[in-house]
């Protein structure tokens, strides 16, 4: 038997990323091999840096390769507004909004019991550390998506926090059962947010 040629080789890398095929990893190949070898590198390299210069925020858990986001060290955002999501992905897709002005809490996935994923899995305990601390937020809001995982992790968290005295409310639907925020458009997602309900 002999070894995986490069080519095979690159196409299978390319097809464990998420929402990539065989046949779309075998398009990201060779687009991959017309650019040269300069892009090869320099996308090697872009690779290679984010996986070790990028790190979580010690505040939120959202990427940065500070020890906070820029988010978390902007004086204009209210720190007393905090918006609970799943993950970056859906902190980025309600940042292109341009309409939260809060901060944020990542969680890192969603309660999935048949998947193996319980609350220890999750960002969770820092949320609550972070509710518990001096300068505790005045509102949660809950923004994981309209999915039974998402559902679940909403009440969870409800029921942790509540306790706290801090309000919590949950993003309104205008989101879709089963929809994703990577895939809404702004218009949804700020109709959403705006339309939160306390829980």
Do not use: W
Request: with cysteine; net charge negative.
């Amino acid at each position: 038997m002999g070894s995986v040629d490069p080519f095979e080789r690159l196409v299978q890398a390319l097809a464990r990323l998420p929402g990539v095929g065989e046949k779309s990893a075998t398009r990201l190949a060779f687009f991959i091999l017309r650019q040269g070898e300069d892009y090869a590198r320099e996308l090697a390299s872009a690779m290679v840096d984010a996986t070790e210069q990028m790190g979580l925020c010690s505040r939120c858990m959202n990427l940065t390769e500070a020890s906070e986001c820029p988010i978390c060290r902007d004086a204009q955002r209210d720190s007393a507004l905090v918006c609970v999501v799943a993950t970056v992905q859906d902190l980025r897709a309600i940042e292109r909004c341009n309409e939260f002005a809060g901060t944020y809490h990542v969680l890192h996935g969603l309660l999935a019991p048949l998947d193996g994923v319980g609350p220890d899995d999750l960002k969770i305990r820092e949320l609550m550390e972070r509710l518990r601390g001096e300068s505790a937020p005045r509102e949660v809001i809950l923004a994981t998506q309209p999915t039974v995982e998402g559902e679940a992790t909403a009440l969870y968290l409800q029921r942790l926090i509540t306790p706290l005295g801090v309000s919590v409310s949950r993003i309104a639907s205008g989101l879709p059962m089963g929809g994703d925020f990577e895939y809404a458009d702004p218009a949804t997602i700020s109709r959403a947010l705006a339309g939160r309900q306390q829980m």
